[in-house]
């Protein structure tokens, strides 16, 4: 069997945009950050909810794709102690030191010995979908949109989409 | 290191909306549910069917998104004995009683013992977008949007949004 | 308590659309595959990136839904040893044998003994919604969007919805 990962290869890089229709638009930058540990959770909430506010867009939604297989996103509350037992959870859940194919290098050409990353990245998922209203994005009080990195440290990237109406200005309607 | 959570403060509420650009709805609301049990699933399936029903959209998506830490949004059977099951794989997945930093009044101010409930959501998801189509929900057979309770008994809300097309009336397209 | 699920039943089958309204298009299409094995995973990336060419859309969302229970859709590598991995992650997280009242027909009238496989879609997730920029789907370089099936051999069947802009021809703005 292969050893190899089939590769996704766009044609051209995913490059900023700002389309619009009607009132639509449609709207995608790349979010970017350095992580300094193997596993390292990174609170996106600042970062997303500053280019809500530049989007212009007053009601819609935003997708937060992570660029990586051992990188993810999810949703949950911002607090050290509460970090530290996401971590415990997840080496629980996943054993680094596990009997990985993945880390053999008799079965896989990958050398990064990161078969956990894959594995917790797929329980906490890739990406979001989040709503906005009122040209805030929409999430609980304790929510925060927290970025897991599972096998840094590295330089990761984000795309984000904003999909929606513009309201000010001449397509403005009464509330 | 600090015990508290960073918390996310919109500037004003999430209010219901009904915005329109050419044929394009964006229409949100809020669905509220009461829950009797510190750990129960509830179908909100017919509710949300309703919602759709009601917005006028044909063609679109449509996002659920809760708005708490310890409260999910996932698809599965709606079966009494599933659930049960359900139930069971969270309790051995994440235990109630471990060691959890959230838990410990040293290292946190939370006092609802819930870091359970954290890991137990983030496994599960806290939002899922779903597609409308014909002007009906698409959803398998057996599928069901169903949320879990896992911090209860509560008052949990929801926030749902719609974004689509209205193609009755005059923007009514040939089928 | 009763052994039947509910079920979910739309009044008319989901067909497929296009519809479009000043530059936005709203397209669905329904993806299906044959499974050859209880659990197997089957990279859909080139057939969904093949439904983002065909659909004419620039900028906009693609929501992949799989139609069952049973079946999940997430992103990681692909690579035959990782698969194997995730494969026998899957095995360790939830047992086949566990004492799963779904599988007791004292509580469920379902006789597929499949509960694992419910418990397993539930961990991976149902959907995802994925971006389009430049006509194109965004993925990074290692990832692929695959199927899990976890109760085979079955046809299974993915409804996929995409929502964007088009930009080419009369609409088509200067980049």
């Given at each position: 069997?292969?050893?190899?990962?089939?590769?996704?290869?766009r044609?051209?890089?995913?490059?900023?945009r700002?389309?619009?229709?009607?009132?639509?638009?449609?709207?995608?930058?790349?979010?970017t950050?350095?992580?300094?540990?193997?596993?390292?959770?990174v609170d996106?909430?600042?970062?997303?909810?500053?280019?809500?506010?530049?989007?212009g867009?007053?009601e819609?939604?935003?997708?937060?794709?992570?660029?990586?297989?051992?990188?993810?996103?999810?949703i949950n509350?911002?607090?050290?102690?509460?970090?530290?037992?996401?971590?415990?959870?997840?080496?629980?859940?996943v054993?680094?030191?596990?009997?990985?194919?993945?880390?053999?290098?008799?079965?896989?050409?990958?050398?990064?010995?990161?078969?956990?990353a894959?594995?917790?990245?797929m329980?906490?998922g890739?990406?979001?979908?989040l709503?906005?209203?009122?040209?805030?994005?929409?999430?609980?009080?304790?929510?925060?949109?927290?970025?897991a990195?599972?096998d840094?440290?590295?330089?990761?990237?984000?795309?984000?989409?904003?999909?929606?109406?513009?309201?000010h200005?001449?397509?403005?309607?009464?509330?």
């Open positions: 069997m292969s050893k190899s990962s089939t590769v996704f290869a044609q051209t890089p995913a490059k900023d700002h389309e619009t229709t009607g009132g639509l638009v449609i709207r995608a930058e790349t979010l950050i350095e992580t300094h540990q193997r596993v390292e959770l996106l909430t600042e970062a997303i909810a500053k280019l809500v506010e530049g989007s867009v007053d819609g939604l935003i997708s937060v794709w992570s660029m990586h297989t051992t990188c993810a996103v999810f509350e911002n607090q050290t102690a509460l970090h530290a037992d996401i971590k415990s959870f997840l080496e629980q859940a054993s680094r030191d596990g009997k990985w194919m993945h880390n053999d290098p008799e079965h896989s050409d990958c050398d990064r010995n990161n078969a956990d894959h594995l917790r990245a329980l906490l890739h990406s979001m979908t709503q906005i209203t009122g040209a805030e994005l929409v999430l609980g009080q304790w929510q925060r949109v927290i970025a990195e599972l840094g440290p590295r330089t990761r990237t984000f795309r984000v989409q904003i999909q929606g109406l513009q309201i200005g001449p397509n403005r309607r009464a509330e």
